[in-house]
């Protein structure tokens, strides 16, 4: 069945965390108030949230990510057999023409990888008691399962706990099953897996820094497909799965360039997956011309609104992009969203809240004009 968005106008899950919430993050981390304290800050601050969100007039709702600290490790260290050591060093570039040295978490398998307990369930209850507004819907993001593997490659998952490859990838798509399948359970049915990787592997430095760790660019990109697709293998027929590609995003810089075409036509035609988040709000994602690989029954949301800079796009701009993009896709295989989040680790680019609700609004206003 087609699976198909709430609006036409959609966005990647993150925001700017409030100084409510940055500050309560603080005090936990230093101990002074208790976990219970810091969860009755965020809920006040995601009911908030939501009812802004609301009255933008967005129909995907998302609890803004106020809970993680990475839109990734939070996740990801619930699972047994994952850690956490030290970073992949990495020059984040920006417009400012002035990179930022980060080094993002790297997962590590120390033993079997399995679901140990309910990880988004909480959070997505909370969020679904606060969605109201008529055709609204609760939508939850998660890191995509290739984050086990990429960064490290190989050499992060011990041989002795998983002599051949074949079985790590199947108990990480069992354990993403497993939290799929607790929230389908819940009433969860809009669910997007956020995905660096598959957006390094059509940069070419990157593709090389691959190949270096012992992968190979073209099949890795198979096999993270299959992977995705299993891991969404139980969902119900109802869900609309999404998957966002994005090529870094911290403090308004990024780490990858380059178009899709290297992954395209594998990602396009093997994903089983409804809705593809692609970024492209600038020359360094590409072209509209990958595209062409999209099949029937699947939307490609044009991230055509960046999240890293405060000025305003304006619609003559956005609409003469989305018309050049019908080239290539038929208009009602598309849709428009910020092309990242705004706030995918808890600093948050270098926006204001205002510039932050001006972009949504463009967002929504175009999509009603375009799509009616």
Request: glycine content about 6%; aromatic content about 8%.
């Amino acid at each position: 069945m087609t699976r198909q968005l709430p609006l036409r106008a959609d966005h990647v899950g993150s925001f700017l965390r409030p100084q409510s919430v940055l500050e309560a993050r603080e005090h936990r981390a230093a101990d002074n108030i208790s976990y219970e304290e810091l969860r009755k800050v965020e809920d006040a601050a995601i009911a908030d949230l939501v009812k802004w969100q609301e009255g933008l007039g967005l129909k995907a709702i998302t609890d803004g990510e106020f809970r993680r600290y990475f839109f990734h490790t939070d996740f990801l260290l619930k699972l047994a057999g994952v850690e956490e050591r030290g970073g992949l060093k990495k020059a984040f570039k920006n417009d400012a023409g002035k990179d930022v040295s980060f080094a993002p978490p790297v997962m590590v398998v120390t033993g079997k990888i399995a679901h140990q307990a309910p990880i988004q369930l909480a959070d997505y209850q909370f969020l679904a008691s606060q969605v109201s507004a008529p055709g609204a819907v609760p939508k939850v993001s998660i890191p995509s399962p290739t984050m086990l593997h990429f960064r490290a490659g190989r050499a992060g998952i011990p041989e002795d706990v998983y002599p051949e490859m074949d079985e790590f990838y199947a108990d990480v798509a069992a354990a993403y099953r497993a939290e799929v399948d607790s929230l389908a359970a819940a009433g969860c049915r809009y669910i997007q897996m956020d995905d660096t990787n598959l957006a390094y592997l059509c940069d070419d430095e990157q593709r090389a820094d691959a190949a270096k760790r012992g992968l190979d660019p073209d099949a890795t990109t198979r096999q993270y497909a299959k992977l995705i697709n299993d891991s969404f293998a139980s969902a119900p027929a109802d869900m609309l799965r999404a998957i966002h590609l994005c090529r870094g995003n911290f403090r308004s810089s990024w780490a990858a360039e380059g178009g899709y075409e290297p992954v395209a036509e594998i990602m396009f035609n093997e994903l089983d997956i409804d809705a593809f988040f692609l970024e492209y709000d600038d020359p360094r994602s590409g072209d509209f011309a990958p595209l062409r690989f999209l099949p029937k029954g699947k939307v490609v949301v044009l991230g055509l609104v960046t999240t890293k800079l405060g000025d305003l796009e304006t619609k003559d701009d956005i609409k003469r992009r989305i018309d050049e993009a019908t080239k290539y896709a038929s208009l009602d295989q598309l849709a428009l969203s910020p092309q990242c989040g705004f706030a995918s680790t808890v600093h948050g680019n270098d926006i204001s809240t205002q510039q932050q609700a001006d972009k949504i609004a463009l967002c929504i206003e175009v999509a009603k004009e375009v799509w009616g």
